[in-house]
């Protein structure tokens, strides 16, 4: 079932395909913190009570938010083709997939952040608005700091929904694991890459888990 | 000088409406120590915070010093707030930031050069007895600690004034004892007015000299806190005090009185007992003590005595008249 030599023929095969999926994750992942994180700061601060309250903001990109989430992933990657054409030239190769990945990322990081910054105690920020802060100086020196460890997990979590997403953009030629094991684990029956794609996923999920872990638990200081 | 005029605050929350503060007007003076005391939910938190305007008033004005904060732009709200400290009952410090760097984070809201907040931070330390814990994170504090962190910070910006939120409810005893003559030594060193909330009349009697009592958002009795101690007027008010000046009178003793029960107040440094042994010798009276204390409130003595007096009425009158003359308060409990 799992043939040795053929396993260290394809290495450079399987070196290529994990290399491309760190490139996709890479990108998206660097994206999607980029405008994620501002994006779930602004989801919170204009909730009701807090010191940016402002409905109209707040449900406008709610919804943008929800709506993207509600697409499944492959839909919103074939929905995006023209936007990647636009962006990147065209839409195989792993840079192409990083465009739909981050607009997917994007709502679910900013949601996970939200939520990070909502398990914060509000007596902390009012006690930083009695003391005559700014609104950025809340956000800078008390929101995130507060949630830092929070939002490292989150950071874990997207890591993790991009690993599978990447997988699945790897199916209408994103390249990547998940394109190797599409082309041969599927249509050539070869259970050999079938195999050590399925394991390198697993580890790398797992090894992701276990950093994003320790990283959180180590910079929090409660 | 902090004024509330007609002050109410409205929560509306889920189709009902909760009256937080209702129609409140107070003045509390430059350099008091002001005692806000009632049962849970009568509004004191609420009218506290509208002070530093966490909570907006529905209607009616907060003025300092004749400035009404409640017109104040957003900005000028902010610069206001730097001179009105804040401490919580659970002091809500920056939990990832060290002791020095939530101290810090008030100077820098106050725009202080960076190079000139250390030194800042070290002073105010000093003053709060936590010199050696600047580079420690809260996790690692007492309770205790953590709130002299809180008044450092609060203290920060040298404000007029600090507001306290049950500062003292989440320590213990001896803890609460030393953070309340930290407070006291506030008010006196650095003459900032002190308004805070408690619901432990030992707390106001220890450092408060003007007080009010709370109820379903009304302020129902204010003044002196001597005052109030020696002649509560509203039941609420005499039950908070009967905290820690007792009258109740056993009713075992009760069943036996024969004559009338009355209690005597001397304030000040009238002697009591005097008065009282000259007024049995003076007059055809009996006396009987039932209980006897001299409580020391804001340091001075309010002497407290329940005596059972027998005799013919004219006598008791004449009795209770004389003591009165001498400088006692007597008020009849009870009359058989
Ligand atoms: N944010 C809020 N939303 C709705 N109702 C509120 C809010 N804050 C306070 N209330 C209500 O206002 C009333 C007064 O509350 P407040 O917190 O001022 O009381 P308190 O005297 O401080 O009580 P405690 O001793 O329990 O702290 C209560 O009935 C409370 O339920
Ligand atoms: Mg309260």
Redesign the pocket.
């Known amino acids: 079932m799992f043939d040795v030599t053929h396993f260290i023929d394809m290495v450079p095969d399987l070196l290529k395909a994990f290399q491309e999926t760190i490139i996709m994750i890479g990108i998206s992942l660097s994206v999607s913190i980029v405008l994620g994180l501002p994006l779930g700061i602004l989801l919170f601060v204009t909730d009701k009570g807090l010191f940016w309250e402002n409905r109209l903001i707040k449900s406008v990109f709610g919804f943008a938010v929800n709506l993207i989430r509600s697409i499944p992933y492959i839909i919103l990657l074939v929905a995006l083709f023209p936007l990647t054409k636009l962006l990147v030239g065209q839409t195989i190769g792993p840079i192409a997939a990083s465009v739909s990945l981050s607009v997917a990322a994007i709502p679910f990081f900013a949601r996970l952040v939200e939520t990070s910054l909502r398990e914060i105690d509000k007596g902390v920020i009012e006690a930083s608005i009695a003391v005559g802060a700014t609104p950025w100086m809340i956000i800078k020196d008390v929101l995130i700091p507060e949630a830092k460890s929070s939002i490292i997990q989150a950071v874990t979590v997207t890591v993790i929904s991009l690993v599978a997403f990447s997988a699945m953009a790897g199916v209408v030629g994103g390249g990547g694991i998940g394109d190797l094991a599409i082309r041969f684990g599927y249509y050539r029956y070869d259970n050999t890459i079938m195999i050590a794609t399925v394991a390198i996923l697993i580890l790398l999920v797992q090894a992701i888990q276990i950093a994003g872990d320790w990283f959180a638990k180590s910079i929090d200081k409660r | 000088m902090l004024e509330f005029r007609n002050v109410s605050k409205v929560?509306s929350?889920k189709k009902k409406e909760?009256v937080?503060v209702d129609n409140v007007s107070l003045i509390i003076n430059s350099g008091d120590i002001f005692g806000i005391v009632?049962y849970?939910?009568?509004?004191?938190?609420?009218?506290l915070r509208c002070i530093n305007l966490l909570e907006r008033p529905t209607s009616g004005e907060i003025l300092i010093n004749g400035k009404d904060l409640t017109k104040l732009s957003r900005n000028e709200l902010r610069l206001a707030r730097l001179k009105i400290g804040m401490i919580f009952q659970h002091f809500y410090l920056i939990s990832q930031k060290t002791v020095g760097e939530n101290i810090a984070f008030a100077l820098k809201a106050a725009s202080m050069p960076a190079n000139a907040i250390p030194a800042r931070v070290d002073e105010l330390l000093e003053m709060v007895g936590l010199a050696e814990k600047r580079d420690v994170y809260p996790a690692q504090l007492s309770g205790g600690q953590k709130q002299r962190v809180g008044i450092a910070r609060a203290l920060a910006n040298n404000p007029a004034m600090l507001l306290c939120d049950?500062a003292t409810s989440a320590l213990d005893p001896k803890t609460t004892v030393s953070i309340l003559r930290l407070l006291k030594e506030i008010n006196k060193k650095l003459g900032i007015t002190i308004v805070l909330?408690t619901?432990e009349m030992d707390v106001v009697k220890e450092i408060c000299n003007r007080m009010a009592v709370?109820q379903d958002?009304k302020v129902i009795e204010e003044g002196d806190v001597y005052d109030i101690f020696a002649s509560p007027q509203k039941i609420l008010t005499q039950e908070f005090i009967s905290s820690v000046v007792s009258f109740d009178i056993p009713k075992t003793i009760l069943k036996d009185v024969r004559g009338q029960i009355v209690k005597i107040l001397f304030k000040g440094n009238v002697a009591g007992e005097g008065v009282i042994s000259d007024t049995m010798q003076r007059f055809e009276v009996k006396g009987n003590f039932l209980h006897g204390t001299i409580e020391y409130i804001q340091e001075r003595p309010l002497g407290i005595f329940l005596m059972e007096l027998q005799g013919e009425d004219s006598e008791l009158a004449k009795a209770r008249a004389y003591m009165t003359e001498r400088g006692a308060i007597v008020e009849v409990v009870l009359h058989v």
């Open positions: 929560y929350a909760v937080g009632g849970s939910g009568a509004g004191k938190s609420s009218l049950e909330i619901h709370m958002g």
